[in-house]
Structure formats: C-alpha cells, structure tokens
C-alpha cells in the first residue's frame, strides 16, 4: 500500500473527472472524515484514513483490498475504472442517463445502449463525455458508460444508432467478465 | 670546534679599543661624495685610534688577501660565529691561485682595526678569520676553576659568563669594514642615490656534493670517425643558421628550424626519374617516417652499446613494431568494413555470432522504442508536431524513469499535506482542459502549433495513401477487426 504519485494522480483525477467533473475536489475534501488513495498492486483504493491506517498492520502479502477500488493501472501506465467505482460515480455524476426498462437488461449484459433504450439523458452532454446509466423503474444506478453522441445528435439518431457506449455495470458482478477485476 | 693555542701576532696585552662611531660616520659622510674611495685619506685618523694594532696594519692587507680563500662560507649575519671559529689557517701566508680572490678583490680599508675582514660581496659577507681571544670571551667570576689562565672549553660546571661587549664589538667591527667594502665597489649615481652592483659571481667556492656525471661513451659513429681520422660535424657546425624565409637565425636542427624544406607543399614537382603518377606527398611521409625510425633505432643501439639501455631492446622493439603497425592497420580496416551502414539503429550491434549486419533484423520492441523515443524528440516534446498516418498515440515520457521518494502509507507528513497536494494536482487537471485536453494531445489533434515550420506540405502520406497492413495481407481490404466483425 502507498500513495499515490503526481503523476498517477492525476491520471485518476482526469478519469474521474471525465464523469464527475469539478466534483471530484467533494471526494477529495470530505466533511465527516479524511478520506485518502492509495495503490496496493496497481490498483487504486479510495479508503477512510482510519480504515487505512488498520489495515497497515496486515502484511502486503495478505492485503487483498481495502476501502473501494475505483480502478486499476494498466501495463502501459492508463487508468481505468472499475464497477465498484459506481458508488460514488453515482453521487457525484455530471451527465446521466436513463434507460428503459426493456433495454435495461441488454445493458446489464454488457450491450450498449441504443436510442430505442434511451428514456431520458442530461442536456448539454458533450459527445464523449462520462455518463452515468441509471434504471428508469427504480432510478438506481445500473454502470457508466461513454456518450456517443451528444445530447442533440442523439434526437436525431436513427432508432438502432449507439447512444451510450458501455464501459462498465453492475451485472458484471455476476458474469465475473474481468478475471482480475476482484 | 678545536681551540688551539696560536702565538698571534699581536701582543696579549690588548687593550680593548672602542671605535669611534661619531668619527666613523662622519667618514662615511665624507665617502658619499666621491666616487670612489682613496685608501690613504684615512690613514691617518686609524693611526689614532689604533693603538696596538698598529703594527699589524701592514701586514693585514696581505694576510686577508690569501685567507679569504680558506674560509667556510658562513652567513653574512652570524658574525658571532665567524669569530668563535679557530681558523688556524688564518695567520698563515698562504699563496693560493689569484683566480680564486677575483671576488674578494675588495681589501681591507681604513675601518679594519686590529681585525680586518675578508669578504665575500656577491653574498655581502664579511669573514673575520682571526683567532678569537678565548681570556677576553669570558668573564671570570670567583670559583674553582678561575685560576687557570687559558681556559679552552668551558664545562658547563664552570661559572662563566660570556663576554657579550667583547662579541659586540666584533661583530660590529664587521659589520663597519663591511659596510666600508661595500663603498668601495663600482659606484653609480641613480635617482635614489649612490647605487652599487653586487659581484655577479659567488664569492666563495663550495665543494660538490654528488659526484660528477661519468664521460658519455662514444657512439659507434664517433668511433670510427675517430679511428679514421674523420672530422665530426659537431666541430663544425654552428648551432643557429641563417633562415632566408623569416629573415632571422634559427636552429639548425629540429622544431621550427631553419630552411625547413620537409613540409607539405600545394605544388610538388616531378623531378628526373622519378614516376609522374606517384603520389608525392604520400612519398614524402614515407620517406619522413623511415628517417624517423631510422634515427630512433641507431639512437637506441647507441644507448645499448653505451650500457643505458639493456640490451636486447631494440630487436624486441623492432619486432613488435612491424607486428603492431600490421595490426594497426587491419583494426583500421575493421572499422571500415564492417561498420553498419548509416541509417541502422544504434541498439543494433554486431556480436560474434550475430552474422552479417546488412541482415540483422530489428525486432517489435526496439522499433517501438524508437518510435517513441521520436515522437517526443522535438522541441515541444511532439506536442505541435503533425500526427502522421497510422502513429500510435503519443504517449507522454517513461514514468518509472523518475526516482520517487520513498513515502510511507501512514507519515504524518504524507496523510498531513496529501489532501493539498491532492487539490493541486485537481486543479492543475481542471484548468489543464481535463480529460478532452489530453485525448486531444494524445492523437495528435492539438498540434496547429503557429511556427515557422507549419504549411502544408503534401508529402504523399495522406490517409489514402496509408496501408495498415503489408504484404499479402494488404491484399484485401482495409478494415479493421472489431468483435463484431467476426461474428
């Protein structure tokens, strides 16, 4: 377990503020207690400063995880972020989405979404922009996924154009898609 | 130091006579004058204060001038010890070569009292090489041993105390005939006043300390010429010659000499015999380079026969010379044949094994490397450069190059100022243009950069013109395989 470096940082912040923006510094400074990253294998952990400061006494070898991953580095140094980010992807999100109940299952599949799925979508989302996919029925967050288009393309996509391209839901914890990601 | 019981000349009821400074300076005074001293002004006045010694005024002049030549070369300020020294040579005539006293030409004058000093003025010294009085250098106090009339070393046990008057006197009778020889060298007048050159030789003569060098053994040159009757050009020759170029004389023989024909000249002209289509420059050099090792292998065998180097050196010399320019010569050659051609990559060297270097190949990863390595090597670090066809993205320096300090999970120092540090880099991150800044530099989009070198320049690279696959591959069309494509 260490801190993480300038650089890895800020290779985090920028991921992350692909989808929560500004709201990151909210993550950062927290109000009720100290909430720090830390990498143990490559892996990014967002933990409580006493949650960290206990599990120091397990040996590196033993420590599989603590805190939430949000994501993990990859062999050519990018960043990339994992379903167990979406807690707090959700809280924070800038740009979001709601698919319908019918296309909810094809998204949870690991399917993008089409605009016959799409119920309802922030305005003003800039194309590629970070977005985060909620359930129509139950507003609960369902993953995050990527804009394909913008908010006024995607009115004038034809039905089966892409609107939402998937990165990652939570039916991926049941598929285990990932071998590495837990 | 031996005390001998010497018979002097002067009678032992020697008064001690007190010099007349008052009557000495106004000498001098008189002196500064003229140009030179005259020797007999004074006379008269030395009469007077000279009470016993006047006998021995005579005979000084003659006897300083042979005892300079005996004495030890002392310092010029211990005039105490010139005095305690018993020179027993000091009251003999000796008639020693008059070329030893070319120094000491300077005689005693009127200032010589009852001892007159012999000089030594190249190191301004002044040597008193008479017998020192061993009665008057001491003061006999009450006690045992007071009795005896000459006392010659005195043990320690002996209460006497030295007479320092009586050496006060002696060194200042030095230092008055010194100071008195002193005016009597060639005087110039200068804007400082009187001013005197100090004899260019030294005065007195000191024996060698190591032994001299041994004869130089005669070169087998030498010895023949001997033996023949042949006159050696050394006898000859003079060293310097008239150099028509510069004007001016130079050495004969060696660095810069004179009428130096040896050098390399634009124009060569084909002389007689000699072969139109030889180079003759190249002939020059090799005719140089053969003199030169000439020269050094008989100046060796010389040195061999002379017993200053051992022997056998010269053959061994001789030997491994040829080896070694033979040598020198195919290294040479390595260099040339089998150096990989320009354009080659460094990383790519030729081993033992490794066969032609024509053939090598590169392999994936040093041709990444490479390409990564000139993506950033601009003066932007590739941040302006145009993004060719099919580039990679470009990716930013190797991260783990950097040495990272060590910080530890749970410093104080680190959990203190991470969430600082923590807003710093977040902010650099949002006022950088975020995420779409980065993609945008990663494949190349924001090099519009405005420099001299921006135009559009249609190098035949464009996108229709790129093939992502070679060869046979390239055969078909153009597309990417997605999954989806293979479903």
Known sequence: MRPL???????????????????????????????????????????????????????????LHAGTCLGKFTKSGKFRLH?????????????????????????LYGSHITKNGLARMTENTPQYAGVVVYSMSTDTPLGFGVAAQSTEHSQQLDPTGNVVLHQADVGEYLRGLEDDIF | MVAKKQKTKKSKNVEEEEVDY?????QFADLSDHDSVEEGDDDDDDDENDESASGDSGDSNDENENSGSDDDKEDSEDHDDSEEHDDSEGDEEDDDGEEDNIARKITTNSFAGPEPCSFDMHN?????????????????KAGKYN??????????????????????????????????????????????????SLPIHDGSKIPRQLPPPPPKKETKWEKFAKLRGISLNKEKRSQKVFDEATGEWMYRHGYRKANDDTKEWPIMEVK????????PWEKQREEKRSRKDKNMESRMRNEERAGNLVKGTTNKLLKNRDKARMAGKAGGDL????????????????????????????????????LLATQRSTASLGNFDKMLEGEPERKKNHIGAKKRKYEGSTDKAVISTEAERAMKVFKHVVDGGGAQKE????????????????????????????????????????????????K
Not at chain 2, 124 to 140: F, G, P, V
Not at chain 2, 272 to 279: S, T
Not at chain 2, 342 to 363: E, F, N, Q, Y
Not at chain 2, 447 to 465: H, I, M, Q, R, V
């Open chain 1, 5 to 63: 470096t300038e650089e890895e940082t800020k290779s985090v912040f920028l991921k992350l503020s692909e989808y929560i923006g500004k709201n990151v510094e909210h993550l950062i400074n927290r109000s009720d207690e100290r909430y720090c990253f830390r990498l143990i294998k490559d892996r990014v952990y967002y933990i409580s400063e006493s949650l960290m400061k206990a599990s120091t006494c397990i040996s590196r070898d033993n420590l």
């Open chain 1, 83 to 107: 379903i167990t980010a979406l807690d707090y992807l959700a809280q924070h999100a800038l740009y979001k989405v709601w698919v319908k109940t019918s296309a909810e299952m094809s998204f």
């Open chain 2, 22 to 26: 008052a009557a000495v300076a106004d």
């Open chain 2, 124 to 140: 301004l010294l002044a040597i008193n090489s008479h017998q020192m009085d061993t009665s008057k250098m001491y003061i006999k």
């Open chain 2, 147 to 196: 009795d005896e009339e000459d006392i010659t070393i005195p043990p320690e046990s002996l209460e006497l105390a030295v007479n320092e008057k009586y050496l006060l006197e002696k060194a200042a009778s030095g230092c008055t005939q010194l100071i008195a020889a002193l005016w009597q060298l060639p005087i110039e007048s200068s804007d400082v006043g009187p001013m005197v």
């Open chain 2, 272 to 279: 007689g015999n000699d072969d139109p289509y030889a180079d």
């Open chain 2, 335 to 370: 260099d040339r044949y089998n150096v990989p051609p320009s354009g080659v990559p460094v990383d790519l060297k030729p081993t033992k094994g490794s066969g032609d270097i024509k053939s090598m190949k590169r392999g994936k990863a040093s041709i990444t490397n490479a």
């Open chain 2, 439 to 486: 993609k945008a530099r990663l494949k190349g989009r924001l090099a519009k950069g405005e420099t001299a070198y921006d135009y559009e320049f249609n190098d035949g690279l464009g996108p229709s013109t790129f093939q992502k696959k070679k060869g046979r591959a390239a055969a078909g069309k153009m597309k990417k395989m997605t999954k989806k494509r293979i």
